[in-house]
């Protein structure tokens, strides 16, 4: 079993910057998809980005696609999620899972962190 945990969260105004990191331990990763996920208040937890770890072919919501990057340190097992140009609609806990499939679907991870929180002010 993989255990994750999210860092790099924080408060900050539209139009700045964060990067979230994500943890691994208990296992390698190997043959496995990383994905981010975020859940506003309110609403169900929905897709961010992933990336496959063998091969590094990374993947995006639209609403991200060109503001944020997803990248992995396979050596350090950790993952990190890059987020420029970030707006209000933004602010969200973000969590990190693992899956075995090309997927955007919240069901096909599993494994989650804690998560960590991102608020972006107008």
């Known amino acids: 079993q993989v255990q994750l945990v999210e860092s790099g969260g924080g408060l900050v105004q539209a139009g700045g910057s964060l990067r979230l990191s994500c943890a691994a331990s208990?296992?390698?990763?190997?043959?496995?998809?990383l994905g981010w996920f975020r859940q506003a208040p309110g609403k169900e937890r929905e897709f961010v980005a992933a990336i496959s770890w063998n091969y590094g072919i990374t993947y995006y919501a639209d609403s991200v696609k060109g503001r944020f990057t997803i990248s992995r340190d396979s050596a350090k097992l950790v993952a990190y999620l890059q987020m420029n140009s970030l707006k209000p609609e933004d602010t969200a806990v973000y969590y990190c899972?693992?899956?075995?499939?090309?997927?955007?679907?919240?069901?096909?991870?599993?494994?989650w962190g804690q998560g960590t929180q991102v608020t972006v002010s107008s």
């Open positions: 208990g296992r390698t990763l190997t043959h496995y998809h």
């Open positions: 899972g693992v899956g075995i499939r090309f997927s955007r679907n919240v069901a096909d991870f599993d494994s």
